[in-house]
């Protein structure tokens, strides 16, 4: 069966402290999302990614296909950051065990930011 | 602004009383899918669309029934609620046919089943 794997599943750090959350597949994917949900449950994109890397701001998204792997990058982190954030792939279409189409998600990482 | 837009947000039912938890999407968007959240089973696919009349299964549509009639909304039914389907449920939506753009989700339907 096609898996998500995070980590950490729970991390707290200060702030300010560089944060760095990792997401690996087991089979190829077509795309990479990674999501933030906070506390009141609503949850918003952050990233697709199929290739290389992309920044919003002090986010930082990089994947790096022939590894299966992805990481999440946060700079100067800040309480507000403190969030779950969850990776989530397109499996490529063909692969056995695939499952339903749509998204696949790892099961969070649960940041916390202490002032 | 561009949004899903699911609705209740919050619910309290009763085992076997039929309900319905709608998605309405104003992006234009042909992509439309069901997830529900547990604690430790993260997000999972209940029912997807790929287009108006065009709907299938995801990993867990046992209790679950969807339609599309039309595009921007895509309502998630549950014919006879059981204590089972207490969960936190996300509608989601991406331009084209698969995810493999952006998705943009709802802000979620918090359901109990009692």
């Known amino acids: 069966k096609n898996e998500v794997e995070q980590s950490p599943q729970n991390l707290t750090a200060q702030e300010g402290e560089f944060i760095t959350i990792n997401c690996s597949y087991s089979?190829?994917?077509?795309?990479l999302h990674w999501l933030q949900q906070h506390p009141g449950g609503g949850i918003v994109s952050l990233f697709m990614?199929?290739?290389g890397k992309k920044k919003h701001g002090r986010l930082i998204a990089t994947i790096n296909i022939q590894e299966k792997h992805s990481s999440l990058h946060i700079t100067a982190s800040h309480p507000r950051d403190s969030a779950v954030y969850i990776c989530?792939?397109?499996?490529?279409?063909?692969?056995?065990?695939?499952?339903?189409?749509?998204?696949?998600f790892g099961k969070g990482t649960h940041l916390i930011i202490q002032p | 602004e561009a949004q899903v837009t699911q609705n209740p947000r919050y619910l309290i039912t009763v085992t076997g009383k039929k309900l319905t938890v709608t998605c309405s999407q104003n992006?234009?968007?042909?992509?439309m899918s069901w997830y529900r959240q547990d604690p430790g089973l993260g997000l999972r696919q209940i029912y997807y669309?790929?287009?108006?009349?065009?709907?299938d299964k995801g990993d867990v549509p046992e209790g679950y029934k969807v339609s599309r009639k039309e595009k921007r909304n895509f309502p998630l039914i549950l014919e006879s609620p059981s204590p089972n389907q207490t969960s936190l449920y996300f509608c989601?939506?991406?331009?084209?046919?698969?995810?493999?753009?952006?998705?943009?989700f709802g802000q979620g339907t918090r359901l109990t089943v009692v």
């Open positions: 989601a939506s991406s331009p084209r046919g698969r995810m493999n753009t952006e998705a943009f």
């Open positions: 089979v190829g994917i077509s795309a």
């Open positions: 990614l199929s290739s």
């Open positions: 989530a792939v397109r499996f490529n279409p063909g692969w056995s065990g695939g499952g339903a189409d749509g998204l696949t």
């Open positions: 992006m234009n968007h042909e992509y």
């Open positions: 669309s790929m287009n108006v009349e065009v709907t």
